[in-house]
């Protein structure tokens, strides 16, 4: 029956790959060779397991009990346990390990988010966004070769990464300057967070009475069950 069972898989999984359909094809293809392996080997050693395997585990089990509550050694076991435990966060803590999930890398782009006080009229404020240009511009200059745009928008559309779409819109006394780098093959092994680095210090708090901030592309990480969902598809679109 298992074997009829199996061929019928392998024929279906056969069809469906003529039908260029290969997700249904593996997944046919797959139940055929566990029903295969079942028949030659995974039966028998689920009866071993039962039979031989569980039966040894148990006797050891009860043994390590037996052990485990005799006399003293309870004591023992509990003193230890506590110990170890004090001694592995002392370890842990002591060594003070440095651990980067996500590790950062080079920006592809750089925003420079600025903001003029409340009321503050579009046309001053892109005056203002001319002159915070031509000081990007200025500490560009040693990076040109990699830098591939600057886009200056100012009033409507200037929306930092940090404002989400609550402020698609945008108002007069915001601006925003893009600076879009080239692809990391073509730097030419130069650092694009170095250059992030000089623009913060170049323009962050030097201006009085106007928030400026110079932010970088961000990685958004989706959520676990979309992200094992899109990896799915990705997998099947790949077949």
């Known amino acids: 029956m298992t074997l009829i069972l199996a061929g019928l898989l392998l024929f279906v999984a ?7 359909i290969n997700w249904v094809g593996t997944l046919a293809l797959l139940l055929a060779v566990i029903g295969l392996m079942n028949l030659l080997f995974l039966s028998k050693l689920s ?5 031989v395997g569980l039966v040894w585990l148990e006797n050891v089990y009860i043994k390590f009990i037996k052990f485990a509550l005799r006399g003293r050694t309870p004591i023992f076991l509990l003193v230890g346990s506590v110990v170890l435990l004090v001694l592995t966060l002392e370890f842990y803590f002591g060594s003070n390990p440095k651990v980067e ?3 950062s890398t080079d920006p592809e782009l750089i925003n420079v988010v600025a903001e003029l006080p409340i009321g503050t009229d579009l046309e001053i404020s892109d005056s203002v966004f001319r002159v915070f240009e031509e000081k990007v511009f200025e500490v560009l200059e040693p990076d040109m070769d990699m830098v591939e745009s600057v886009l200056t928008i100012t009033g409507k559309g200037a929306v930092g990464q940090e404002e ?4 698609r819109g945008g108002s007069p006394n915001k601006g925003l300057i893009t600076i879009n780098f080239v692809d990391y093959k073509d730097r030419n092994g130069m650092s694009t967070i170095k250059t992030l680095e000089r623009l913060s210090d170049a323009m962050v708090d030097l201006y009085p009475g106007i928030t400026l901030s110079v932010e ?6 989706l959520p676990g069950s979309l992200l094992i969902l899109k990896l799915l598809v990705m997998i099947l679109m790949n077949y």
């Open 101 to 103: 999930f996500f590790p």
């Open 47 to 51: 009866m071993w397991f039962q039979k």
């Open 164 to 167: 989400g779409f609550s402020g």
């Open 14 to 20: 056969l069809i469906f790959y003529i039908l260029k």
């Open 216 to 221: 970088n592309k961000k990685m958004v990480l």
